[in-house]
């Protein structure tokens, strides 16, 4: 082989690694190319994603509001409920006693 054999060789293996280089590289940028309609979608994906979140946020702000107005309200209604059987508890003993002294009165009456 002499020396332009050699160099036509090698130019001819250099245009085949070139062309099998840039059909590769046709090929990848084909199949993961993306689409218009699809990065469309993404977007639209993505904002809906970020206004579910946040509607998900208010809605925890909201429960844990509800549930420390609940939780006041229970704590109040507990308290008037010992005041209401502290009052009913005296209300009784009162009564007995009363009970009691009239039963001693009409005792001591006969």
Not at 37 to 58: G, I, K, N, Y
Not at 73 to 96: F, K, N, V
């Amino acid at each position: 082989m002499n020396r332009t054999e050699f160099i036509i060789a090698t130019a001819v293996i250099l245009f085949v690694a070139f062309a099998t280089g840039w059909f590769a590289n046709w090929l990848v940028h084909r199949f993961t190319r993306v689409k218009q309609s699809d990065v469309a979608d993404l977007d639209r994906m993505s904002q809906e994603l970020h206004e579910a979140e946040e509607t998900r946020d208010q809605a925890i702000t909201y429960l844990q509001q509800r549930e420390a107005e609940l939780t006041n309200q229970l704590s109040q209604t507990e308290a008037e409920l010992r005041a209401t059987m502290d009052g009913l508890r005296d209300a009784r003993q009162e009564s007995d006693e009363l009970r009691a002294y009239v039963d001693r009165m009409k005792a001591g009456q006969t």
